[in-house]
């Protein structure tokens, strides 16, 4: 514990707390009294002994946040130098090590601090280096999981971790240059590597730390929320992480593009390729891959039960809209109207409104998905082919009309699929006004997206390729 307080009081002296060795001595004493199994009481009695000055309190709070409960428990590992782990594994003899003692202490001049505490197995310098790196970001347009990534980048940038990657290149060459052993400069290079890795999960650590604090400071777990639960400010923060997921949906294309660029192998092609070599080394040449145009068609229900959750799915297939460049998306109440034109070149924000303002269907009726299903059938089946992807957004509440499941089996025959994305759970099919369970048999696949955390999951797996 004395240990402990030690490495929390030099974090705090390096973030401009003048806390003396006395009051160190205190804070060492008074949890012996209250002891340390109540995370508040003691934050209390350190706060107690060690903050003198009403302007230090907010950098003390964030600096215990991230001491007893951030990056600094992933760095517990690194307690012991790198030294006395290779001493440990026992791989390497006396004198390769007092080898490695000698290079490293005459290399040490030249290392970044973050590479520097790290071969030390310094776990106070290491945090500090962290806690003044966050104190570098804005973490306030943190606002949801999916934007974990990239902040942890940014911190791993400003503790250093680029220049500890190019630490770790260099100190391997040295070594080597040096004369030391291949396995010696491989055990040097991978527990190196090994606690680069640790730097690397303690900022995303102390990220994810930061996202949740901020999401339980506005007063909600927006990502965990029910979708019809969901206050106007929340909605908003909401279709910010949609936003956030499409970006992400489209990366994750872009990727797989360009892996599946390649086509067959065109033998013809190949062996011209070859002649002037004699086939050595052979050069395989590939047929083009046309590029995939995917047909996807969307129908979300808008009707006022699922306002909220509309608000999201047309949210999100607008983003679908933006990654695709054939997509037709409907909405519907009762009656079934198109707002493929709203989506094409418009905002997020102004495509909403221009499908929820009631010029282009009545919104004031009840629910109708037979007609709506019917009536799309009936004027739009011609256009969906075998290369068609269908969505049907809403909980599939009938209001006790005609289903018209025929008009769903007869879209399942002619499409690529038809998937129904279902905004109530499971245990509610069936009951009431419900027809779930009969549309669930009619179409290729269901599932139930009750909040953004299950949007997030399914999302890569409805994305049409």
């Not at 520097?116 to 966050?134: D, I, K």
């Not at 499971?426 to 955390?453: C, H, I, P």
């Amino acid at each position: 514990m004395e240990q402990r307080i030690v490495e929390f009081v030099e974090v705090l002296r390096q973030n401009g707390l003048k806390v003396a060795i006395s009051e160190a001595n205190d804070a060492v004493r008074a949890l012996a009294e209250v002891g340390v199994e109540e995370r508040d009481l003691t934050r209390a009695t350190l706060k107690a002994t060690l903050c003198k000055r009403a302007q230090d309190v907010l950098v003390f709070d964030k600096a215990f946040d991230f001491f007893f409960a951030g990056a600094s428990k992933t760095l517990e590992n690194l307690e012991k130098s790198l030294l006395a782990r290779i001493e440990e594994e026992g791989l390497l003899g006396k004198d390769e090590i007092q080898m490695i003692v000698w290079m490293l202490d005459r290399l040490a001049g030249q290392m970044s601090p973050l590479t520097a505490a790290a071969m030390q197995g310094n776990r106070g310098q290491l945090a500090q280096l962290f806690r003044q790196a966050s104190l570098q970001i804005d973490f306030s347009r943190l606002q949801n999981t999916l934007q974990t990534g990239f902040y942890s980048r940014r911190l791993l940038t400003a503790a250093g971790a680029e220049n500890m990657r190019s630490d770790i290149e260099s100190i391997g060459r040295e070594l080597t240059d040096r004369g030391l052993s291949e396995r010696g400069v491989e055990v040097v290079s991978r527990h190196l590597s090994t606690a680069l890795r640790k730097v690397e999960d303690a900022a995303r650590l102390e990220v994810q730390r930061q996202s949740n604090a901020r999401l339980k400071k506005a007063g909600a777990t927006v990502a965990d929320k029910p979708l019809h639960t969901l206050s106007r400010q929340e909605v908003d923060l909401a279709q910010r992480a949609v936003r956030a997921l499409a970006e992400k949906l489209k990366a994750r294309l872009i990727r797989r593009q360009r892996s599946k660029k390649k086509g067959q192998l065109n033998p013809r092609r190949t062996l011209r390729k070859n002649l002037t070599t004699g086939g050595v080394p052979m050069v395989p040449q590939f047929r083009t891959r046309r590029p995939q145009r995917p047909d996807v068609v969307v129908l979300c229900d808008v009707s006022d039960s699922v306002r909220n959750a509309s608000r999201l799915m047309l949210l999100f297939t607008w983003s679908l809209q933006s990654l695709f460049t054939r997509v037709r998306s409907f909405i519907f109440v009762s009656e079934l109207g198109e707002v493929t034109k709203h989506f094409k070149d418009a905002k997020p924000e102004d495509a909403l409104e221009a499908a929820l303002s009631g010029d282009v269907i009545s919104l004031s009726s009840n629910s109708n998905y037979g007609n709506a299903l019917s009536t799309f059938a009936k004027s739009y089946l011609g256009t969906i082919s075998r290369k068609t992807t269908v969505f049907v957004i809403g909980d599939g509440r009938n209001n006790f009309n005609a289903p018209h499941l025929w008009a769903l089996e007869d879209l399942k025959r002619k499409a690529k699929r038809v998937v129904w994305i279902c905004t109530e759970p499971k245990t509610n099919w069936g009951f009431g006004d419900s027809e779930m369970t009969n549309y669930a048999r009619a179409v290729t696949q269901v599932v139930t997206v009750l909040n953004l955390s299950d949007l997030e999951k399914i999302a890569p797996q409805l994305v049409p390729t």
